[in-house]
Nanobody
Framework: VQLQASGGGLVQPGDSLRLSCVAS????????IGWFRQAPGKERERVSC????????DYADSVKGRFTISRDNAKNTAYLQMNSLKPEDTAVYYC???????????????????WGQGTQVTVSS
C-alpha cells in the first residue's frame, strides 16, 4: 500500500488544519492507521492511531481533546483533524499503515511498515 499525506501548512496558534492520508495500491480495509510527527532534533512520535477491526482510537496526551482521527475506508482515506493548534505542534506529520493484530494503542512507530511522505505543519504567530 502506498500512502500520500497532505493538508499541512502555516497557521497561527488556535487555528485548525485537517490532514489527509490517501492510500493507493491496496484498500485500507484491514489496516490500522497511525499519524506520527517529528520535530527538528526530536524522535518521531505517535500522535494518534485508529484500529481496523474495532475502530478504536488512541491519542498522545499532548493532543487529546484537540485532535481527532478518522477513516473512510470507502474513500481509502484517513484524516487527522487538528484544532486549537499550538506552536509545539510544529513538525512534519506522517501517516502510516499496518495490519495489526491488536488495537493500535499497543504498537509503536517501528511496527508500522507502510509510510507516506511527510507534510509540514507550522504553527506560528
Amino acid at each position: 500500500v502506498q500512502l500520500q499525506a497532505s493538508g499541512g501548512g502555516l497557521v497561527q496558534p488556535g487555528d485548525s488544519l485537517r490532514l489527509s492520508c490517501v492510500a493507493s495500491g491496496s484498500t485500507l480495509y484491514g489496516y490500522a492507521i497511525g499519524w506520527f510527527r517529528q520535530a527538528p532534533g526530536k524522535e518521531r512520535e505517535r500522535v494518534s492511531c485508529i484500529s481496523s477491526h474495532d475502530g478504536s482510537s488512541d491519542y498522545a496526551d499532548s493532543v487529546k481533546g484537540r485532535f481527532t482521527i478518522s477513516r473512510d475506508n470507502a474513500k481509502n482515506t484517513a484524516y487527522l483533524q487538528m484544532n486549537s493548534l499550538k506552536p509545539e505542534d510544529t513538525a512534519v506529520y506522517y501517516c502510516a499503515a499496518e495490519r495489526l493484530a491488536l488495537s493500535c494503542q499497543y504498537y509503536s512507530t517501528k511496527e508500522y511498515n507502510y509510510w507516506g511522505q511527510g507534510t509540514q505543519v507550522t504553527v506560528s504567530s
